[in-house]
């Protein structure tokens, strides 16, 4: 079984700054990938960035990159330059080959002007 | 090119009814997942849809079942309707089943049970 842990309920986080979104995550499988989401509060799940589990550099994507840390079993968002629309739910989730993706429960980012 | 759209965008049921949520998947994509958003929570996988079949399940009750129609659209439906499944429900499209990662959301469709 895999699973998510995202320990962090809400974070707040100035205009303009960085801001490091953690996830940790439990598998058996030897090939998966990891993902981040945003939610805004119009409900739709917005793809931001992925991650290969045998991938040797951590992906970047804009102003997202994905600090991936495969021996601590930890995949963690890096915001650079926050701005006011990054306001939103922020999921981080796991596939293993063939299978079905598993969410956490979501941090919930303030951006304060 | 269209995304993933999905119908109604919100819906008010009481308990014991049955209802139906309906997806078109994102041009190119054959493959459609649904998941429930509980409030404060982040979303759980119902089902999947390959070639008109169920292809994977999450851990839902029987009361739940869905349809893939020929055009690659899906249904998800709920029967018997229980406070608890008041949610926001998801579709997710992909290309493929197995070994692609991508998957692209629609806006989902707000359920209320009361």
């Known amino acids: 079984a895999q699973k998510i842990t995202q320990t962090q309920p809400g974070m707040f986080v100035q205009e303009k700054e960085a801001v490091t979104l953690d996830c940790t995550y439990d598998?058996?499988?030897?090939?998966?990938?990891l993902f981040w989401y945003k939610q805004p509060s119009s409900g739709e799940m917005i793809f931001l960035i992925y991650?290969?589990?045998?991938?040797?550099q951590n992906a970047t994507e804009g102003r997202y990159s994905l600090n991936f840390q495969k021996a601590r079993k930890s995949a963690n968002l890096v915001i650079s330059a926050s701005q006011l629309g990054d306001s939103a739910m922020y999921f981080c989730?796991?596939?293993?080959?063939?299978?079905?993706?598993?969410f956490g429960p979501g941090t919930r980012l303030s951006v304060l002007p | 090119d269209a995304g993933v759209t999905q119908s109604p965008t919100h819906l008010i049921k009481t308990r014991g009814q049955q209802v139906t949520l309906r997806c078109s998947p994102k041009?190119?994509?054959?493959?459609v997942s649904w998941y429930q958003q509980a409030l404060g929570q982040g979303p759980q996988f119902i089902f999947q849809?390959?070639?008109?079949?169920?292809?994977q399940r999450g851990n839902f009750p029987d009361r739940f079942s869905g349809h893939q129609f020929p055009n690659y659209s899906s249904e998800l439906n709920v029967n018997a309707l229980l406070l608890g499944d008041s949610a926001l429900y998801l579709c997710?499209?992909?290309?493929?089943?197995?070994?692609?990662?991508?998957?692209?959301f629609g806006p989902g469709t707000r359920l209320t049970v009361t």
């Open positions: 041009s190119g994509h054959d493959t």
């Open positions: 991650q290969g589990s045998y991938d040797e």
């Open positions: 598998t058996s499988d030897q090939s998966y990938g």
């Open positions: 997710a499209s992909s290309p493929g089943l197995a070994d692609s990662y991508e998957q692209y």
């Open positions: 989730a796991i596939r293993g080959y063939g299978q079905n993706f598993v």
């Open positions: 849809y390959y070639e008109e079949e169920e292809r």
